[in-house]
């Protein structure tokens, strides 16, 4: 018989294509990388989505310890199995009647609702009209859906209400109420009277507006008076300004009902882990307690924009608490939050594809509990920091 050589029987590398994606990944200086903290990380933080402070607060801890305690450390099965505690129930109706909604559904992450929203309520025969600024899990939910897609201009209520009234049979529109990149507003209200003249239903995607706007951050749509109304549905996450885990999906009751039966991410994933659950219900009845919170954040936010803008920087001006400051070049962005993080501040770097314009840019968070001392020392670092070229931007 032949005699084969060790090298012929070795086994052709069915991943060698990924060396080529990852050179080119370096090329164009868009590596990402896992970067571990530490519990105590010496770091000024301006890079988290922990809006309000309460991701460590002592009544956040304490509730998700207690829940833990108490129903132990997972959900031990899907909701519709052995997932569901007492405690997911208490925290549904106390988010649906904070933010003003009939009934709420608590999932795994906000990209799980998400996608639980706009799966559920797309479907074949269905137009689903897209905010062309949207998150990706937005984004994902319309491919998923097996509806017909239509991707509409940023933030332009008129170019929904001509593709929604092109299309004959049930329809959609979806959009964030606070856009991730910049920290832009959706034109909630022009939204609204388009799906209104269609007859078309409204998804919010309410991640960055839930603790920062409306009465006492009660959210983006509360604000706008859309809150409860009948074609509308809330998309939120618990990660941010509640500093816990998970997602829901709030809006009428029937439609919450349809998701408990038609929602996959929902159906067939482990319900939100107790503690997590607990961390955000303990979070809300702080943030009910603390009202002044949302408008600290949004304080904060207007500081670091006009001061960064005062001193050149081309920052877009915040409707909440994201705050975008434009860098010259993906690679520039990238050496720009090192140095931040070597000079001992901490901060987002966006860069394609992340950002959908192709413009890199830093992302501060405008937290609550930031002090002035604080706010001072971040913008001294960021301009310290800043490359050449970053002044010079429109």
């Not at 956040?60 to 031990?76: K, Q, S, Y």
């Not at 062309?132 to 899990?137: D, E, M, T, V, Y």
Request: glycine letters at 10%; one cysteine or more; proline letters at 5%.
């Amino acid at each position: 018989m032949p005699q084969h050589s060790r090298e012929a029987d070795a086994p052709a590398d069915v991943f060698a294509w990924i060396d080529e994606a990852e050179r080119a990944r370096e090329q164009a200086g868009l590596v990402r990388t896992l970067r571990p903290r530490s519990a105590a990380s010496p770091l000024l933080d301006l890079a988290s989505n922990d809006y309000l402070g309460l991701s460590r607060h002592p009544e956040t801890v304490r509730g998700a310890c207690a829940a833990a305690e108490e129903w132990g450390a997972g959900a031990t099965g899907a909701r519709l199995v052995t997932g569901t505690t007492a405690l997911h129930a208490e925290l549904e109706q106390e988010l649906a009647d904070f933010c003003g909604f009939e009934a709420a559904l608590v999932l795994s992450s906000g990209y799980a609702a998400n996608l639980a929203a706009v799966t559920a309520l797309g479907g074949r025969g269905a137009l689903v009209a897209s905010d062309s600024g949207n998150h990706a899990s937005i984004v994902d939910g319309c491919r998923l859906s097996r509806a017909e897609t239509a991707v509409v201009p940023h933030a332009d209520p008129e170019a929904a209400r001509k593709t929604l009234a092109a299309h004959t049979g049930r329809a959609l529109l979806v959009t964030d109420s606070v856009f991730s990149v910049d920290g832009d507003a959706a034109p909630l209200a022009g939204y609204a009277e388009a799906c209104r003249a269609r007859g078309a239903a409204l998804v919010v995607d309410d991640a960055h507006g839930l603790g920062v706007l409306g009465e006492g951050g009660r959210g983006a749509l509360h604000a706008a008076g859309l809150a409860g109304a009948p074609g509308v549905v809330a998309t939120l996450t618990l990660s941010k300004s509640l500093g816990s885990q998970g997602g829901a999906v709030l809006g009428p009751a029937k439609v919450i009902r349809h998701l408990v039966n038609t929602a996959r991410t929902f159906i067939f994933d482990t319900g939100l882990a107790p503690a997590a659950a607990g961390g955000a219900l303990a979070a809300l009845r702080l943030l009910r307690r603390e009202p002044e919170r949302a408008a600290r954040a949004r304080e904060v936010a207007a500081l670091l924009h006009g001061r960064l803008t005062a001193a050149g920087l081309a920052s877009a001006r915040p409707d909440a608490a994201v705050v975008s400051v434009r860098a010259p070049s993906a690679a520039a962005a990238l050496r720009w939050a090192a140095d931040c993080r070597e000079a001992g501040l901490s901060v987002g770097c966006f860069r394609p594809p992340s950002v959908p314009d192709g413009v890199s840019r830093l992302r501060l968070t405008a937290r609550a509990d930031l002090t002035g001392e604080e706010i001072g020392r971040a913008v001294a670092v960021i301009l310290r920091t800043a490359p050449a070229g970053a002044a010079d931007l429109p």
